[in-house]
T-cell receptor, first 112, second 114 residues
Framework: AQSVTQPDIHITVSEGASLELRCNYS??????LFWYVQSPGQGLQLLLK??????LVQGIKGFEAEFKRSQSSFNLRKPSVHWSDAAEYFC??????????FGTGTRLQVFP | NAGVTQTPKFQVLKTGQSMTLQCAQD?????MYWYRQDPGMGLRLIYY???????DKGEVPNGYNVSRLNKREFSLRLESAAPSQTSVYFC?????????????FGSGTRLTVV
Protein backbone atom coordinates (compact mmCIF):
# COMPACT_ATOMS: atom_id res chain seq x y z
CA ALA A 1 0.00 0.00 0.00
CA GLN A 2 1.22 3.47 -0.72
CA SER A 3 2.21 5.65 2.21
CA VAL A 4 4.14 8.77 3.09
CA THR A 5 6.23 9.33 6.20
CA GLN A 6 7.38 12.70 7.42
CA PRO A 7 9.54 11.81 10.42
CA ASP A 8 9.87 15.34 11.77
CA ILE A 9 6.73 16.70 13.40
CA HIS A 10 8.24 20.08 14.28
CA ILE A 11 11.43 21.81 13.13
CA THR A 12 12.85 25.10 14.35
CA VAL A 13 15.47 27.06 12.41
CA SER A 14 16.95 30.53 12.56
CA GLU A 15 16.21 32.98 9.79
CA GLY A 16 18.91 32.70 7.13
CA ALA A 17 19.78 29.12 7.99
CA SER A 18 19.40 26.28 5.55
CA LEU A 19 16.46 23.90 5.73
CA GLU A 20 15.81 20.28 4.87
CA LEU A 21 12.46 18.59 5.47
CA ARG A 22 12.40 14.84 5.14
CA CYS A 23 9.89 12.74 3.25
CA ASN A 24 9.96 8.97 2.69
CA TYR A 25 7.40 7.17 0.61
CA SER A 26 6.23 3.69 -0.20
CA UNK A 27 4.74 3.12 -3.62
CA UNK A 28 4.61 0.11 -5.89
CA UNK A 29 5.12 1.85 -9.22
CA UNK A 30 6.74 5.03 -10.42
CA UNK A 31 5.63 7.64 -7.91
CA UNK A 32 4.42 11.13 -8.52
CA LEU A 33 5.67 13.25 -5.62
CA PHE A 34 4.53 16.60 -4.32
CA TRP A 35 5.27 19.13 -1.61
CA TYR A 36 2.57 21.46 -0.34
CA VAL A 37 2.71 24.33 2.13
CA GLN A 38 -0.07 25.42 4.45
CA SER A 39 0.03 28.82 6.13
CA PRO A 40 -2.06 29.26 9.29
CA GLY A 41 -5.78 29.34 8.53
CA GLN A 42 -5.23 28.66 4.84
CA GLY A 43 -5.57 25.80 2.42
CA LEU A 44 -2.64 23.92 0.93
CA GLN A 45 -0.56 25.45 -1.83
CA LEU A 46 1.54 23.41 -4.25
CA LEU A 47 5.27 24.10 -3.86
CA LEU A 48 6.68 21.65 -6.38
CA LYS A 49 6.16 18.27 -8.00
CA UNK A 50 8.14 15.44 -9.51
CA UNK A 51 6.95 13.06 -12.20
CA UNK A 52 10.04 12.02 -14.14
CA UNK A 53 13.29 13.31 -15.55
CA UNK A 54 15.73 15.42 -13.60
CA UNK A 55 15.66 14.26 -10.00
CA LEU A 56 16.24 17.76 -8.65
CA VAL A 57 13.14 19.88 -9.07
CA GLN A 58 12.69 23.56 -8.44
CA GLY A 59 9.58 25.06 -6.98
CA ILE A 60 8.12 28.35 -5.90
CA LYS A 61 9.47 30.54 -3.09
CA GLY A 62 13.04 29.28 -3.61
CA PHE A 63 12.35 25.68 -2.59
CA GLU A 64 13.78 22.61 -4.26
CA ALA A 65 13.45 18.88 -3.72
CA GLU A 66 15.49 15.87 -4.72
CA PHE A 67 14.04 12.50 -5.67
CA LYS A 68 16.21 9.58 -4.57
CA ARG A 69 14.71 6.33 -5.76
CA SER A 70 17.24 4.15 -3.90
CA GLN A 71 16.25 5.77 -0.60
CA SER A 72 12.54 6.22 -1.40
CA SER A 73 12.93 9.83 -0.40
CA PHE A 74 11.86 13.21 -1.65
CA ASN A 75 13.36 15.77 0.73
CA LEU A 76 12.55 19.45 0.52
CA ARG A 77 15.34 22.01 0.82
CA LYS A 78 15.88 25.74 0.96
CA PRO A 79 19.32 27.37 1.22
CA SER A 80 18.23 30.34 3.34
CA VAL A 81 14.98 30.42 5.28
CA HIS A 82 12.88 33.57 5.65
CA TRP A 83 10.51 34.30 8.52
CA SER A 84 7.61 34.09 6.05
CA ASP A 85 8.44 30.41 5.44
CA ALA A 86 7.00 29.50 8.83
CA ALA A 87 4.14 27.14 7.99
CA GLU A 88 3.24 23.48 7.84
CA TYR A 89 4.64 21.42 5.00
CA PHE A 90 3.09 18.29 3.56
CA CYS A 91 4.62 15.68 1.31
CA UNK A 92 2.30 13.64 -0.91
CA UNK A 93 2.62 10.64 -3.22
CA UNK A 94 0.38 9.49 -6.04
CA UNK A 95 0.45 7.81 -9.40
CA UNK A 96 -0.95 8.17 -12.85
CA UNK A 97 -4.40 7.08 -11.78
CA UNK A 98 -4.05 7.13 -8.00
CA UNK A 99 -5.32 9.72 -5.60
CA UNK A 100 -2.74 11.57 -3.58
CA UNK A 101 -1.78 10.26 -0.15
CA PHE A 102 -0.50 12.92 2.23
CA GLY A 103 2.00 12.70 5.04
CA THR A 104 1.17 13.98 8.51
CA GLY A 105 3.06 17.22 7.98
CA THR A 106 6.07 19.04 9.43
CA ARG A 107 5.55 22.31 11.21
CA LEU A 108 8.36 24.80 10.57
CA GLN A 109 9.09 27.54 13.06
CA VAL A 110 11.54 30.31 12.14
CA PHE A 111 13.34 32.39 14.75
CA PRO A 112 14.69 35.86 13.91
CA ASN B 1 -10.21 34.78 -8.62
CA ALA B 2 -9.96 31.30 -10.08
CA GLY B 3 -9.84 28.50 -7.59
CA VAL B 4 -11.85 26.49 -5.11
CA THR B 5 -14.47 28.19 -2.95
CA GLN B 6 -15.78 26.62 0.23
CA THR B 7 -18.69 27.74 2.35
CA PRO B 8 -19.12 28.28 5.21
CA LYS B 9 -15.71 29.10 6.68
CA PHE B 10 -16.79 28.38 10.26
CA GLN B 11 -19.66 26.40 11.73
CA VAL B 12 -20.72 25.21 15.17
CA LEU B 13 -23.23 22.36 15.34
CA LYS B 14 -24.94 20.55 18.15
CA THR B 15 -24.65 16.78 18.27
CA GLY B 16 -27.28 15.25 16.00
CA GLN B 17 -27.74 18.29 13.76
CA SER B 18 -27.17 18.05 10.05
CA MET B 19 -25.42 20.35 7.64
CA THR B 20 -23.98 20.55 4.15
CA LEU B 21 -20.58 21.93 3.25
CA GLN B 22 -20.47 23.49 -0.17
CA CYS B 23 -17.57 23.48 -2.61
CA ALA B 24 -17.28 24.98 -6.07
CA GLN B 25 -14.37 25.20 -8.52
CA ASP B 26 -14.08 27.30 -11.64
CA UNK B 27 -11.05 25.67 -13.26
CA UNK B 28 -13.02 23.14 -15.29
CA UNK B 29 -11.42 20.31 -13.31
CA UNK B 30 -12.80 16.82 -13.64
CA UNK B 31 -11.96 15.49 -10.17
CA MET B 32 -12.94 16.80 -6.76
CA TYR B 33 -12.17 15.69 -3.21
CA TRP B 34 -13.16 16.18 0.40
CA TYR B 35 -10.49 15.86 3.09
CA ARG B 36 -10.52 16.33 6.82
CA GLN B 37 -7.51 17.60 8.72
CA ASP B 38 -6.92 16.72 12.35
CA PRO B 39 -3.84 17.50 14.47
CA GLY B 40 -1.08 14.95 13.96
CA MET B 41 -3.03 13.02 11.35
CA GLY B 42 -2.44 15.03 8.20
CA LEU B 43 -5.15 15.05 5.57
CA ARG B 44 -7.46 12.08 5.29
CA LEU B 45 -9.65 11.56 2.27
CA ILE B 46 -13.37 11.32 3.01
CA TYR B 47 -14.88 11.02 -0.46
CA TYR B 48 -13.89 11.91 -3.95
CA UNK B 49 -15.43 12.31 -7.37
CA UNK B 50 -13.21 11.26 -10.25
CA UNK B 51 -15.55 12.84 -12.78
CA UNK B 52 -19.01 14.33 -13.00
CA UNK B 53 -21.59 11.72 -12.11
CA UNK B 54 -19.29 9.51 -10.03
CA UNK B 55 -18.42 9.42 -6.35
CA ASP B 56 -16.32 7.00 -4.30
CA LYS B 57 -15.38 6.46 -0.70
CA GLY B 58 -12.02 7.47 0.62
CA GLU B 59 -10.25 6.50 3.81
CA VAL B 60 -12.79 7.84 6.34
CA PRO B 61 -16.29 7.96 4.77
CA ASN B 62 -18.42 6.90 7.74
CA GLY B 63 -20.89 9.57 8.83
CA TYR B 64 -20.67 11.51 5.57
CA ASN B 65 -22.40 11.65 2.23
CA VAL B 66 -21.49 13.57 -0.91
CA SER B 67 -23.13 14.87 -4.04
CA ARG B 68 -21.44 15.86 -7.27
CA LEU B 69 -24.08 18.32 -8.31
CA ASN B 70 -22.41 19.21 -11.62
CA LYS B 71 -18.87 19.58 -12.87
CA ARG B 72 -18.27 22.64 -10.70
CA GLU B 73 -19.86 21.67 -7.40
CA PHE B 74 -19.21 18.91 -4.88
CA SER B 75 -20.99 19.02 -1.53
CA LEU B 76 -20.36 17.13 1.71
CA ARG B 77 -23.23 16.34 4.06
CA LEU B 78 -23.20 15.38 7.70
CA GLU B 79 -26.55 13.78 8.44
CA SER B 80 -26.19 13.54 12.23
CA ALA B 81 -23.13 15.37 13.48
CA ALA B 82 -20.98 13.83 16.20
CA PRO B 83 -18.18 15.41 18.28
CA SER B 84 -15.70 13.12 16.47
CA GLN B 85 -16.47 15.08 13.31
CA THR B 86 -15.00 18.24 14.78
CA SER B 87 -12.28 19.03 12.27
CA VAL B 88 -11.14 21.29 9.49
CA TYR B 89 -12.58 20.23 6.15
CA PHE B 90 -10.88 20.93 2.84
CA CYS B 91 -12.25 20.61 -0.64
CA UNK B 92 -9.81 20.18 -3.51
CA UNK B 93 -9.95 19.71 -7.25
CA UNK B 94 -7.64 18.47 -9.97
CA UNK B 95 -7.71 18.00 -13.70
CA UNK B 96 -7.81 14.24 -13.19
CA UNK B 97 -7.53 11.76 -10.32
CA UNK B 98 -3.78 11.37 -10.78
CA UNK B 99 -3.49 15.07 -10.10
CA UNK B 100 -0.53 15.52 -12.41
CA UNK B 101 -1.05 19.25 -12.25
CA UNK B 102 -1.42 19.11 -8.51
CA UNK B 103 -4.50 19.53 -6.40
CA UNK B 104 -5.98 22.99 -5.82
CA PHE B 105 -7.37 23.43 -2.32
CA GLY B 106 -10.03 25.65 -0.86
CA SER B 107 -9.35 27.63 2.30
CA GLY B 108 -11.22 25.21 4.53
CA THR B 109 -14.25 24.98 6.80
CA ARG B 110 -13.62 24.80 10.52
CA LEU B 111 -16.40 22.70 12.06
CA THR B 112 -17.02 22.27 15.75
CA VAL B 113 -19.59 19.79 17.01
CA VAL B 114 -20.63 20.28 20.64
Amino acid sequence: AQSVTQPDIHITVSEGASLELRCNYSYGATPYLFWYVQSPGQGLQLLLKYFSGDTLVQGIKGFEAEFKRSQSSFNLRKPSVHWSDAAEYFCAVGGQTDKLIFGTGTRLQVFP
Amino acid sequence: NAGVTQTPKFQVLKTGQSMTLQCAQDMNHNSMYWYRQDPGMGLRLIYYSASEGTTDKGEVPNGYNVSRLNKREFSLRLESAAPSQTSVYFCASSEDVGGLGGYTFGSGTRLTVV
